[in-house]
């Protein structure tokens, strides 16, 4: 197996001599030119502070608002943290998409955010919906909704309050 690297793509080109009887086996791993653009970079960033904010913060202020100070309401939140970001994953996973292609639209910055803050409202909406199919009882599940308009409420402040960078052109990116 040889591996060579190469700048035109900032990639790496894996290749398996007679890997395939006698034909040379080779495989283009543009993966530079994919995940690390500066474009796709700044999505992910975005996404995941957003996301993070809204899975740290939304318990704890669920736990204020139906608890207060006055009981122990914490160990709760420690347990509902990770089962929140465990099942919001796949909205974390498609908001780095949303925040990808709004990026790259020829919009005002608040034009964009308010179509971010759309597609949560959608993806927090789903997320709620398919945890809450879980319970028998429609009374649990329906108790779900406050917190899922919460959850949405800090998503939507997260993403007025990070910054999303426009997306670049090629001409930008080339530059020294």
């Keep these: 197996m040889k591996v060579e690297l190469y700048e035109e793509?900032?990639?790496?080109?894996?290749?398996?001599?007679?890997?395939?009887?006698?034909?040379?086996?080779?495989?283009?791993?543009?993966?530079?030119?994919?995940?690390?653009?500066?474009?796709?970079?700044?999505?992910i960033r975005f996404a995941t502070l957003t996301w993070l904010v809204s899975v740290v913060v939304s318990p704890v202020l669920y736990g204020l608002i139906l608890?207060?100070?006055?009981?122990?309401?914490?160990?709760?939140?420690v347990f509902i943290i990770p089962i929140g970001a465990v099942?919001?994953?796949?909205?974390?996973?498609?908001?780095?998409g949303m925040s990808f292609w709004t990026s790259r639209l020829d919009r005002s910055v608040i034009e964009k955010k308010s179509i971010?803050?759309?597609?949560?409202a959608v993806l927090t909406y789903l997320a709620f919906w398919i945890f809450?199919?879980?319970?028998?009882n429609r009374e649990i599940a329906n108790s779900y909704r406050g917190f899922a308009l919460l959850y949405w409420a800090v998503i939507s402040i997260g993403i007025f309050y990070f910054k999303l960078l426009p997306a670049q052109t090629s001409d930008q990116t080339s530059q020294p």
């Design 9 to 43: 793509r900032y990639g790496a080109k894996i290749i398996f001599p007679g890997g395939l009887g006698f034909w040379n086996l080779e495989i283009t791993l543009p993966f530079k030119a994919i995940f690390m653009s500066p474009n796709i970079y700044d999505s």
């Design 67 to 77: 608890y207060g100070l006055d009981r122990d309401w914490l160990g709760a939140v």
């Design 87 to 96: 099942f919001s994953v796949p909205s974390w996973l498609f908001f780095i």
């Design 116 to 120: 971010l803050v759309v597609a949560s």
């Design 132 to 136: 809450s199919l879980q319970f028998q």
